[in-house]
């Protein structure tokens, strides 16, 4: 008897390109679609929020003749979000998952949040693009 081929669901995406503005509420809506019933929609938000301020006001400079590419992934286990500015990128040293450890601290905060919301983060070789992963739940 012949065996039946079980193809998995398709992986499908959707690229987004935008001025970059922080008039985002409409594109996290959008962006945030797939996940609309999520039990964490709330750290999802706050996450992708963080992100993509970050790559507006300190990947792009606050230049609204630069642009944000954006890459939302569905798969059958998770939902990935690409964003990528036109900046130098963040070195690695500056990278980190860790509280800042001074209260007074200019930064760091943002880095702390994305990687508390979602289940994996991770930076492209140059620092531009940032890749954010939450597992689809059943």
């Given at each position: 008897m012949p065996r039946r081929l079980i193809t998995p669901p398709p992986v499908r995406w959707t690229d987004f390109i935008i001025p970059?503005?922080?008039?985002?509420?409409?594109?996290l809506e959008l962006l945030l679609e797939p996940m609309a019933k999520s039990a964490n929609l709330a750290d999802l938000h706050l996450g992708l929020q963080e992100a993509l301020v970050n790559a507006v006001r300190h990947g792009n400079g606050n230049d609204p003749n630069k642009c944000l590419r954006i890459r939302?992934?569905?798969?059958?286990?998770w939902i990935i979000w690409q964003i990528q500015d036109e900046g130098l990128g963040v070195p690695l040293d500056r990278r980190c998952a860790d509280l800042p450890a001074s209260p007074e601290a200019c930064c760091g905060r943002g880095f702390f949040l994305i990687?508390?919301?979602?289940?994996d983060v991770r930076w492209s070789g140059r620092g531009n693009r940032l890749q954010l992963a939450c597992q689809r739940r059943r």
């Amino acid at each position: 008897m012949p065996r039946r081929l079980i193809t998995p669901p398709p992986v499908r995406w959707t690229d987004f390109i935008i001025p970059s503005t922080l008039q985002l509420g409409p594109l996290l809506e959008l962006l945030l679609e797939p996940m609309a019933k999520s039990a964490n929609l709330a750290d999802l938000h706050l996450g992708l929020q963080e992100a993509l301020v970050n790559a507006v006001r300190h990947g792009n400079g606050n230049d609204p003749n630069k642009c944000l590419r954006i890459r939302r992934i569905l798969s059958p286990r998770w939902i990935i979000w690409q964003i990528q500015d036109e900046g130098l990128g963040v070195p690695l040293d500056r990278r980190c998952a860790d509280l800042p450890a001074s209260p007074e601290a200019c930064c760091g905060r943002g880095f702390f949040l994305i990687h508390h919301c979602f289940d994996d983060v991770r930076w492209s070789g140059r620092g531009n693009r940032l890749q954010l992963a939450c597992q689809r739940r059943r």
